[in-house]
């Protein structure tokens, strides 16, 4: 079983940038699709980007062009750049593959 760790998440104002890191092991993102997903308070989880194994990737709406998905080239390491965010993106942050879920980081963006 893959442990998947998230990390990165913290206070910024609107307009600023966060970039969020999931450290996993095996090459595993290497082998298998990637996702971020998030939860609101009071919301259901839902997809934020993903980014499968040849390194296509997909974004939700609301993403805009705001945040870009990539992992590294160990595939150790799965990272979100988020840029220009916004109150509505205050979260927590999950990675996710092949079923494995990190514990979350917050993101909470707040003047």
């Known amino acids: 079983q893959v442990q998947l760790v998230e990390s990165g998440g913290g206070l910024v104002q609107p307009g600023g940038s966060l970039r969020l890191s999931c450290a996993a092991s095996?090459?595993?993102?290497?082998?298998?699709?990637v996702g971020w997903y998030r939860q609101a308070p009071g919301k259901q989880r839902e997809m934020v980007a993903l980014i499968t194994r040849r390194g296509v990737t997909n974004y939700a709406d609301f993403v805009e062009g705001r945040f870009t998905i990539s992992t590294d080239n160990a595939g150790n390491t799965a990272y979100l750049q988020m840029n220009s965010l916004k109150v509505e993106d205050t979260a927590v942050y999950y990675c996710?593959?092949?079923?494995?879920w990190g514990q979350g980081t917050q993101v909470t963006v707040s003047s």
């Open positions: 996710s593959a092949y079923g494995e």
């Open positions: 095996e090459n595993f993102f290497s082998k298998y699709t």
